[in-house]
């Protein structure tokens, strides 16, 4: 009996490590190990090339926000334009290759960098940093593209009809995200500092080579295992969006739309008329996609919801440098942040636990509600810390004060944090594991009073318990949004989505730059947290009109039903 017993449970753990489950799990974590170990030596190498400053990776940052924002939409419709598979691949083989080809190149600046300074006048110096800036940009579009197909799509077929399965799916993507975020950047910072930013180059490099072949190998074995994925709805042109999205409203029904394509595909224009007008369509085809990706966009069900998820990107109150900078400033060591990093991570990973559970008691959209107003509570730990002993807030110093200085009075900026460069190399923040930066205002011949610490571990209790709030939100969105969007317009709507948090988080750092000193950052907490509240209420306006008066009534719903996923009037194609 015993015997059986264990040949079954060896049988199923077989099953499990070669399922498409899996492997999609295995293929998701090496391509994010490489994204943030790039994204991370990517900024670093560019503050290193220039000197130490900041301006290359402040262009890099504008570059990939910008173009993201500008062609979110056109990714999307190029996803669903396309096969599954071709789709999966071409974007992988172009993220892979651009992310190899540019740690070549940077590798080859940092050997010839004082050649290149004397050829034509710094030029062709200049040249590279355009060159390596743009094939960043080039790679991480390319990834946008994989992150949609993957983790928009592709998981949805996996998962089937079976609702629960696809929340334990995105909550298990998200945890191996929380995990690489942590992890990925101290691996590469270790190498870099142990050895040197040209070693790093390699070894980035030769990880994306090599992964590339695996990553191709795991997405072709999951193709194989999930028939389903070669069967997708015909793609609805540009200029027939708005008007599936009319008929939507009208509740027509699925099949009706997909019917009408087909026909019209069949009995559609002549050639001849097709040519005449084919160069001016395929001029106009771009922006025709951009406008009615947006109208589709705010068509959707879910808008509301999408948009209130976009909402939280207006925010500082995060483990970003901007929030580190601050740190900083009001004394916390390296050591310290290190350890809040790390509960940060926890707290994530408990916001996914706390999804799969909430959604299985009351249902995925109450678990929105319940996410939101988690979040807010915690929050609102930040605000008391910007009126509490130790906040350097004082908004009678103007915001521009520093830069007023340093180009009116040619006096260099005050630094946050000076830290040398192999404290950056080490993981990926300042001086993490080398000791305390002192603030910005310390002078080593003077021993000014320490600054209090209430308001500071205020603010950052809040942030660290406010992530479980934010990740479940998260993946509540993240959900219906692969509910509730047909399958022939998930990958323009997601690239929709893309787009808008994007456009909110560099609204965030331009908000940043109009007020960077550290006597203004408690009113950007106070911004930030207004937008986190109108992102919420957002979605408790999505949630009262899916809900009706069945809005606060918390019951244990069929996990292959559909119970408030998806909105009155819309059909799911899960």
Known sequence: M????????KRSVIAYFTSAKFLLYLGHALSTWGDRMWHFAVSVFLVELYGNSLLLTAVYGLVVAGSVLLLGALIGDWVDKNSRLKVAQTSLVVQNSSVILCG?????????????LTLYHGWLLTLCYILVITIANIANLASTATAITIQRDWIVV?????????????????????????????????????????????????????????????????????????HKSAKVEASELKQLNVKKESDMKPAEGVQLIIEKDVAGFEPQQEKE?????????????FRDGWVAYYNQPVFLAGMGLAFLYMTVLGFDCITTGYAYTQGLSGSVLSLLMGASAVTGIMGTVAFTWLRRKCGLIRTGLISGVAQFACLILCVISVFMPGSPMDLTVSPFADISARLFENEPLPTIASPEPEMIFATGMPNLLN????????????????????????????????????????????????????????GIINGVQNSMNYLLDLLHFIMVILAPNPEAFGLLVLISVSFVAMGHIMYFRFAQKSLGKQLFVCHTPDPKATPDSSPPGNTSTV
């Open 104 to 116: 070549v190149i940077l590798m080859i600046i940092f050997l010839f960098k004082t050649q290149l």
């Open 435 to 490: 000791g305390s930066i002192a603030p910005a205002n310390s002078d080593p011949e003077m021993s000014p009073e320490p600054v209090p610490l209430i308001s500071v571990s205020l603010l950052f209790a809040g942030v660290i318990a406010a992530r479980v709030g934010l990740w479940s939100f998260d993946l509540t969105v993240t959900q219906l949004l692969q509910e509730n969007v047909i399958e022939s317009e998930r």
């Open 277 to 289: 007008v084919g160069c001016t369509a395929r001029i106009a085809e771009p922006f025709i996609t």
């Open 2 to 9: 015993q015997f059986f017993v264990v040949v079954n449970t």
């Open 158 to 230: 996996v998962a089937g009809e079976d609702r629960s399965k696809l929340a334990d799916m995105n909550a298990t993507i998200r945890r191996i995200d929380q995990l690489t975020n942590i992890l990925a950047p101290m691996a590469v910072g270790q190498i870099m500092t142990f050895g040197s930013p040209m070693i790093g180059c390699g070894f980035i490099s030769g990880w994306n080579l090599m992964s590339m072949c695996v990553e191709y190998l795991l997405l072709w074995k999951v193709y194989q295992k999930t028939p389903t994925l070669a």
